[in-house]
């Protein structure tokens, strides 16, 4: 394992304090909300919205993945060196 530069030390604890302060912002927001009540309608929305987010982002992850491994992105990279075809 190589030993980590100090760019690399420099990036870790930047996103270390990135992840913190936003954690602490979330909590906060929850805290500060926790007296208001969501109707069975707002679950609902809640729950759906998240499922067909979650079903979205996998199913295009999935074709980016076929897509690679068949090789249907290989032409649209216009820096990729491109060797005559073999006969």
Not at 12 to 17: D, E, G, H, K, R
Not at 40 to 67: D, R
Request: charged share 15%; proline share 3%.
């Amino acid at each position: 394992m190589e030993s980590m530069g100090k760019g690399r030390i420099v990036i870790l604890v930047a996103l270390t304090a990135i992840l913190t302060i936003t954690g602490v912002w979330a909590i906060s927001i929850l805290n500060g909300i926790s007296s208001t009540d969501m109707t069975i309608h707002g679950w609902i929305a809640l729950g759906l919205g998240t499922f067909f987010s979650l079903v979205i982002g996998c199913g295009l992850m999935i074709l980016m993945f076929i897509s690679s491994r068949r090789g249907y992105d290989e032409a649209a990279d216009p820096f990729r060196k491109r060797h005559p075809p073999s006969q």
